[in-house]
Nanobody, 124 residues
C-alpha cells in the first residue's frame, strides 16, 4: 500500500510559478501528476520513470518540470509561466514501473495509488 500526500498548491497570477510536492510512503516506481478542472476530464500532466525518462503533456512542455528526490521519496512538479488554463486540482499518482515507459503513461486508469489533490488557481 502506498500513500501519497500532495502540497504546494495555491493562487497565483498568470506568469507566476508554483512548485508542487508529493510525499510517498511506501515503495514507488512510476509516478506522475494529473490534473482535473471543473467540467473537464482528468489530464495526464507529466510522469517520472527515471531521470532520463520523463514525459509531458504538450500543453505544459517547456513550462513544467517533473523531478523526484529518491532519498526523500518525494515527487515534484515545478510549474513556471502559469496560465489561467492551468487552473485545476492537481493529483499525484503511482503506478507499476512499466507504465512510465508505455503509451498509457497519461491514462489515469494505469495508476494504482492516488493522493487527495492540491488546488492550483491561476488568475489572469
Amino acid at each position: 500500500q502506498v500513500q501519497l500526500v500532495e502540497s504546494g498548491g495555491g493562487s497565483v497570477e498568470a506568469g507566476g510559478s508554483l512548485r508542487l510536492s508529493c510525499v510517498a510512503s511506501g515503495y514507488t516506481d512510476c509516478m506522475g501528476w494529473f490534473r482535473q478542472a471543473p467540467g473537464k476530464e482528468r489530464e495526464g500532466v507529466a510522469t517520472f520513470g527515471s531521470t532520463v525518462n520523463t514525459r509531458y503533456a504538450d500543453s505544459v512542455k517547456g513550462r513544467f518540470t517533473i523531478s523526484k528526490d529518491t532519498a526523500k521519496n518525494t515527487l515534484y512538479l515545478q510549474m513556471n509561466s502559469l496560465k489561467p488554463e492551468d487552473t485545476a486540482m492537481y493529483y499525484c499518482a503511482s503506478a507499476d514501473w512499466y507504465t512510465c515507459f508505455s503509451a498509457s503513461w497519461s491514462n489515469g486508469g494505469s495508476y494504482k495509488y492516488w493522493g487527495q489533490g492540491t488546488q492550483v488557481t491561476v488568475s489572469s
